[in-house]
């Protein structure tokens, strides 16, 4: 009998026999979250995640270690695993089946941050408006915590009622929980938890049904295309077909360097495959690579077929998740098969196209399409616009050219220095408003389309906000925290020079403290210990400083140099667990650098003007730093540079690995100056 409650895979580094894996998989996910209920999975999991990482006792006078887990929450299943020293993972993860009757959702519990899901616009359109749409924002609903108990008693692998899978690449960690057989229940579900059908196998979507061919209006995305395919080796077969495909229509398209990224992911029976590129395809561009693409996967000879299935082998987490959501084994692997799921691929296929680019002659398959858009204002509805006020521009927490124009039916941001367009949500299909303790609105609606507004900050604000307090009474609202203080670079650095007299003020109250404690003394010795003890603090002729703030705050360098940080986020990821964290970075040059190094040389005027991503570092919960990101080039990464006095530039930054409760972002440079963010500003 085949044990389907564990799975052996393949080490990833079988060069160290020392380290291993071993992790869990719930037939549970967000998708079967509602938006009401939008938090109680990742609480679950995070209040595991937290015990599992408790330190543990090695035995025999070795002292105590720790294990880091990693939470995946997916569209249908969610996961923990860890990886290293196999004896450590053994001691820490046999206590995993203790721990799901026990009071470990505290009400101050806060789930650590998730990805968003590749292309949310069509998450939506698929699946409508579930928490898994909501996975980045770090929202809670009201009751999240109560709903994340009941969840993790449902999760327990011995006496709960959804299903799990085990897997581990040491066969001697294999069998260290038994868990009950996988449960069929999930199954069974035939809708979301918002309403809309699942995706099945062999059934036409019918008109309005999200599954059907779409046009969804974009921009300059770096997504091209989804498609819906079976949770099967022929579906994963279908889909490397597809990325074949694709690439002949970047060669038609005059694009053939630009690289494809491939992402599945299961959504009950299906598999949701999302074709990007690294570098966005210009919009004039795509009606002839997605047309190209499709005349491909109409009818593949039979031996290209047979090759895709000879070389391409189905990835652990597919089988995985199957048992996982109770499904039976699935069929050999036909070519017969692989042309039935490219054929559901054209049934449900999804393009990323700006309809105005589409020409009836040469696109006219692409034309017969629908399309979905993000709303627009009606001129027939009168408007009234709201402008920020003068105490809203003292705050800094709204750009002053803000500009926000409300109708019946839709709420408009704009930019009144550009003539960019305006954002724009849909107030009849919203999704979620998310609402901070400041005051701060995000509308997410049922396109995609996200504003953010913050009500008092705007002239007569007042009014909106009671107008969006009685419209919107319906719609469900959630709690998200705010970072740090949205300032901007202009208004902190008004309020630095008063911080830094304070600063000085007392450092010098300090030493004058020391020197009178030597001069009572009457001990040159110890007073020469006092002075050993200001090592750390800069004086009147060091240009450096240290620093700890919170994210988005700006940190002012003595030179006048402006750096900015956003919090991390992680990136999508299928079966590659050591996800890329992205941190956004702004920095705006000085004047040259004037003073001395931490180590008393002089600086060079371009120290703290130099732009490197070398400068940069993470660091998770338990202080381990994470190796920068290594890979191809990225269109938007931080670019070295040396910043003139008020040049500006921005850029991301990418770190590799587990990142852990509450992360760290540094920032170095060759002057000496050392400035940390993180959620709290501490150290």
């Not at 009818?299 to 039976?328: C, F, H, N």
Request: proline letters at 8%; a negative charge; glycine letters at 10%.
């Amino acid at each position: 009998m085949i044990d389907t409650t564990w799975q052996l895979v393949a080490p990833r580094t079988p060069a160290d026999p020392s380290m291993a894996e071993i992790g869990v998989t719930w037939g549970r996910g967000l998708l079967e979250e509602a938006v009401e209920e939008t938090g109680a999975l990742a609480l679950a999991l995070t209040a595991l995640a937290r015990e599992l990482e408790r330190r543990i006792h090695l035995g025999h006078g070795r002292g105590s270690s720790s294990v880091d887990v990693e939470i995946r929450l997916d569209a249908d299943v969610c996961s923990l695993r860890s990886r290293g020293p196999a004896e450590e993972l053994r001691i820490a993860w046999s206590r995993l089946p203790l721990l799901f009757d026990r009071p470990l959702v505290a009400e101050g519990l806060r789930p650590r941050e998730l990805p968003a899901p590749l292309w949310i616009p069509d998450v939506l359109a698929r699946t409508g408006g579930t928490a898994f749409a909501l996975a980045a924002h770090g929202a809670l609903a009201q009751g999240a915590h109560e709903a994340a108990r009941r969840r993790l008693r449902e999760l327990d692998p011995l006496h709960g009622t959804i299903g799990c899978v085990f897997w581990t690449d040491d066969p001697g960690l294999r069998d260290l929980v038994r868990p009950s057989a996988p449960r069929g229940s999930a199954q069974a579900s035939k809708t979301w938890a918002s309403g809309e059908p699942c995706w099945r196998p062999g059934r036409l979507p019918g008109a309005g049904h999200g599954d059907r061919p779409l046009i969804i209006s974009s921009g300059n995305t770096k997504e091209l295309a989804s498609v819906m395919l079976p949770r099967t080796a022929e579906g994963h077969a279908a889909a490397e077909l597809l990325r074949s495909a694709l690439a002949e229509g970047l060669v038609a398209g005059d694009d053939e360097w630009n690289m494809i990224s491939l992402r599945s992911e299961g959504m009950g029976e299906g598999l949701r495959v999302v074709l990007s590129t690294t570098t966005p395809v210009a919009p004039p561009k795509r009606p002839l690579m997605l047309t190209e693409m499709l005349r491909q996967i109409e009818k593949p000879s039979t031996s290209r077929i047979e090759a895709v299935l000879a070389d391409s082998t189905a990835p652990a987490w597919l089988e995985r998740g199957r048992r996982a959501r109770g499904m039976g084994p699935e069929p050999e692997p036909s070519v017969a098969g692989v042309r039935r799921a490219l054929e559901e691929a054209r049934r449900s296929i999804h393009l990323a196209l700006d309809p105005s680019h589409l020409d009836f002659a040469a696109h006219r398959r692409l034309l017969e399409i629908p399309e979905i858009a993000p709303a627009e204002p009606d001129p027939a509805e009168p408007e009234r616009v709201f402008t920020v006020s003068a105490r809203g521009r003292r705050r800094g927490g709204t750009d002053p050219a803000t500009r926000i124009r409300l109708t019946r039916s839709t709420l408009a941001l704009e930019d009144s220095r550009t003539s960019r367009g305006a954002d724009v949500v849909d107030l009849g299909h919203l999704v979620a408003v998310l609402a901070s303790e400041r005051g701060t609105r995000r509308l997410i609606d049922r396109a995609g389309s996200e504003l953010t507004v913050r009500p008092r900050d705007l002239a007569e604000g007042e009014q909106l906000d009671r107008y969006l307090t009685h419209s919107l009474r319906r719609v469900p609202h959630l709690r998200i925290e705010e970072d740090g203080p949205r300032t901007h670079p202009a208004v902190k650095a008004k309020r630095w020079p008063f911080r830094v007299l304070v600063s000085l003020g007392m450092v010098l109250a300090l030493v004058g403290a020391i020197a009178l404690l030597g001069s009572g003394s009457g001990s040159d010795e110890s007073a020469g210990d006092g002075g050993a003890g200001l090592g750390f603090t800069p004086g009147p002729e060091d240009a450096w400083s240290w620093e700890h703030l919170r994210w988005n705050e700006t940190a002012q360098l003595s030179n006048g140099t402006l750096i900015t940080v956003s919090r991390p986020s992680p990136q999508p990821a299928s079966e590659d667990w050591d996800r890329d964290h992205r941190v956004d970075v702004t920095l705006c040059g000085g004047a040259p650098s004037e003073g001395l190094r931490m180590g008393g040389e002089p600086v060079r005027p371009i120290d703290q003007n130099l732009v490197r991503t070398t400068g940069f570092t993470m660091y998770t919960g338990n202080h381990a730093e994470l190796p920068a990101a290594e890979g191809p080039a990225r269109a938007d990464a931080l670019q070295p540079t040396t910043l003139e006095e008020g040049e500006c530039t921005s850029g991301a930054v990418w770190f590799n690995g587990f990142s852990g409760d509450d992360p760290r972002v540094g920032y170095r440079n060759d002057a000496g100056d050392s400035i940390t963010w993180s959620r709290d500003g501490g150290d």
